[in-house]
C-alpha cells in the first residue's frame, strides 16, 4: 500500500522540489512560458508538497490577500500520480492550514477543463471565463465560515 504525505514545504531547501514539479506539469505539460510561471508572489506564498512513497508528486501554492482571503495558485499533481485522489488531499490539506489561520474565503482561478474538481471541493465559480496563460480559466470561491 502507497503512503501519502503532505505537508508545508520548506524554504527554501524544496523549493527546487516544488519547481521541479510545476515545471514538469505547467511548462512541459501545458506548454506555459516560463516568465508566467514564477512570479513575485513566490516568496509571499506558502507551498505544500505531496509526497507519494517518499517520491514527491504534487504540490500547490497559497497566499493571504487580507486577513479573511487568501487565494489558492499553482496546482499541480506529476502526470504518473494522477488519479490517485492527490489533487483532493492537496487541497483538503490547504483548506486546514486557511482554516487553522481563521481564513473565512479561498479563492482561485481553475483552468476550465477541472473546474468539477474544484467544485466538488465546495468552490463555486463566479463570473466568465477569461483566458490566463493561454488557457481558460473560470475564477472560484468557497466560503470557510
Same mark, same amino acid.
Given at each position: 500500500?502507497?503512503?501519502?504525505?503532505?505537508?508545508?514545504?520548506?524554504?527554501?531547501?524544496?523549493?527546487?522540489?516544488?519547481?521541479?514539479?510545476?515545471?514538469?506539469?505547467?511548462?512541459?505539460?501545458?506548454?506555459?512560458?516560463?516568465?508566467?510561471?514564477?512570479?513575485?508572489?513566490?516568496?509571499?506564498?506558502?507551498?505544500?508538497?505531496?509526497?507519494?512513497?517518499?517520491?514527491?508528486?504534487?504540490?500547490?501554492?497559497?497566499?493571504?490577500?487580507? !486577513?479573511?482571503?487568501?487565494?489558492?495558485?499553482?496546482?499541480?499533481?506529476?502526470?504518473? !500520480?494522477?488519479?490517485?485522489?492527490?489533487?483532493?488531499?492537496?487541497?483538503?490539506?490547504?483548506?486546514?492550514?486557511? !482554516?487553522?489561520?481563521?481564513?473565512?474565503?479561498?479563492?482561485?482561478?481553475?483552468?476550465?477543463?477541472?473546474?468539477?474538481?474544484?467544485?466538488?471541493?465546495?468552490?463555486?465559480?463566479?463570473?466568465?471565463?477569461?483566458?490566463?496563460?493561454?488557457?481558460?480559466?473560470?475564477?472560484?470561491?468557497?466560503?470557510?465560515?
Amino acid at each position: 500500500m502507497s503512503e501519502l504525505m503532505i505537508r508545508l514545504a520548506e524554504r527554501p531547501a524544496e523549493f527546487p522540489v516544488v519547481y521541479k514539479i510545476r515545471y514538469r506539469v505547467f511548462q512541459v505539460e501545458q506548454g506555459i512560458d516560463p516568465s508566467l510561471e514564477f512570479d513575485d508572489q513566490e516568496d509571499a506564498s506558502e507551498h505544500v508538497l505531496a509526497y507519494l512513497d517518499g517520491k514527491p508528486v504534487g504540490t500547490a501554492r497559497f497566499r493571504l490577500l487580507d !486577513a479573511q482571503t487568501a487565494k489558492v495558485e499553482r496546482m499541480a499533481v506529476l502526470s504518473e !500520480a494522477r488519479g490517485l485522489g492527490i489533487g483532493r488531499k492537496l487541497m483538503e490539506k490547504v483548506l486546514e492550514l486557511l !482554516a487553522v489561520a481563521q481564513v473565512s474565503v479561498v479563492l482561485l482561478h481553475a483552468q476550465v477543463p477541472v473546474k468539477g474538481f474544484y467544485e466538488k471541493m465546495g468552490f463555486m465559480p463566479e463570473g466568465e471565463e477569461f483566458e490566463e496563460a493561454g488557457i481558460s480559466h473560470v475564477k472560484m470561491r468557497k466560503l470557510l465560515k
